[in-house]
């Protein structure tokens, strides 16, 4: 599986900004997808995953503020960003893997990584 991501730049903190991934390879739609961001000098941190029936879970620090959401048609995974904060600026990667982990929420559990978007938060 290939992942491609996009969509990243600059925003002014309470704007909004979307996020795109789009994945090839011949069982990607199946696939559960997620997003991870890394700030500098910081761990690469969960964001948020969706299964390919559609289950949904997030990191706390972005509950309410960010969806998750796919487009199996398109091959496809969006991460809507509204009301960003400062903190929130890094560079973003989206993530695959065949079949759901309980833990997901540790980067060595995925299997396949897109090259990163840098998003970019102003106070």
């Known amino acids: 599986v290939q992942l491609q991501a996009s969509g990243g730049g600059l925003v002014q903190a309470g704007g909004s900004l979307r996020l795109s991934c789009v994945a090839s390879?011949?069982?990607?739609?199946?696939?559960?997808m997620a997003w991870f961001r890394q700030a500098p000098g910081k761990d690469r941190e969960f964001v948020a995953t969706?299964?390919?029936?559609?289950?949904?879970y997030y990191a706390d620090s972005v509950k309410g503020r960010f969806t998750i959401s796919r487009d199996n048609a398109k091959n496809t995974v969006y991460l809507q960003m509204n009301s960003p904060k400062p903190e929130d600026t890094a560079v973003y990667y989206c993530?695959?893997?065949?079949?759901?982990?309980?833990?997901?929420?540790?980067?060595?559990?995925?299997?396949?990584w897109g090259q990163g978007t840098q998003v970019t938060v102003s106070s």
């Open positions: 390879g011949r069982t990607s739609r199946s696939y559960v």
């Open positions: 993530a695959a893997r065949q079949y759901f982990n309980v833990a997901y929420a540790r980067s060595s559990v995925w299997d396949y």
């Open positions: 969706i299964r390919s029936a559609g289950s949904i």
